[in-house]
């Protein structure tokens, strides 16, 4: 099965607001990365969370993860139009080289 | 620094047609490889990987392939392509496990 499966709801937030998304996972994971993509474009990574990490902070995002729970959260922070975009994470597990992603998030940032 | 270039940009194929798309990483050595298929509105479903040249591990069997002739080259390839072949394809590297993907730009294919 998929790893990585965000909760596929599509957000729409005003300029300044913050924007969460959350992430889960079904099976052991060595990290947990998140993704960013313009439409049409290729993904660009944002940040990394390795499975004995709890918290990540990369500027204005903040990202979460619960091992327990098996999910993780990207949090941003005063977000602005230019964040308009789909989110992905993805995972790493067994050490396969295969990184499986999720079906995204779409978030938009009203001006 | 190191770059990745995906060709053609877009495409348009009929149905039945062969394919092959191309995508090469400069400025490192021995990437691992990938191709993703995105349909619209949709998460990507990764299609093949490689950890080295003749290295292809398949995801999706179907009625594509990939190859690997050089150390930084990895094509994808269709003798037929059918209409559910249509998507926006991203090749990406990384260094290994562990490490995070570089993306190129995407083909867009349409299988008319």
């Known amino acids: 099965s998929q790893q990585g499966e965000e909760d596929p709801q599509a957000l729409s937030i005003q300029e300044g607001e913050n924007a969460t998304m959350n992430c889960s996972y079904k099976t052991s994971i060595n990290n947990l990365q998140w993704y960013r993509q313009n439409s049409g474009r290729g993904l660009v990574h944002l940040i990394l969370?390795?499975?004995?990490?709890r918290e990540k902070h990369s500027g204005r995002l903040r990202v979460t993860l619960d091992t327990s729970k098996k999910s993780s959260s990207l949090l941003i922070t005063a977000s602005r139009a230019a964040d308009t975009a789909s989110y992905f994470c993805?995972?790493?597990?067994?050490?396969?080289?295969?990184?499986?992603f999720g079906k995204g998030n779409q978030v938009v940032v009203i001006p | 620094s190191q770059t990745i270039h995906q060709w053609p940009a877009t495409l348009v194929q009929p149905v039945g047609s062969p394919l092959s798309l191309e995508c090469t990483v400069e400025g490192t050595s021995n990437p691992n490889l990938y191709w993703y298929r995105q349909a619209a509105g949709r998460g990507l479903q990764l299609l093949f990987y490689s950890v080295g040249i003749g290295q292809i591990s398949s995801e999706v069997p179907q009625n594509l392939s990939a190859s690997r002739p050089q150390d930084r080259q990895f094509i994808l390839s269709s003798k037929k392509l059918l209409l559910s072949d249509s998507g926006f394809y991203l090749c990406?590297?990384?260094?290994?496990?562990?490490?995070?993907?570089?993306f190129g730009n995407g083909t867009r294919l349409t299988v008319t």
């Open positions: 993805a995972t790493d597990a067994g050490g396969n080289n295969r990184l499986a």
């Open positions: 969370i390795r499975s004995n990490e």
């Open positions: 990406a590297w990384r260094t290994g496990f562990g490490s995070p993907l570089h």
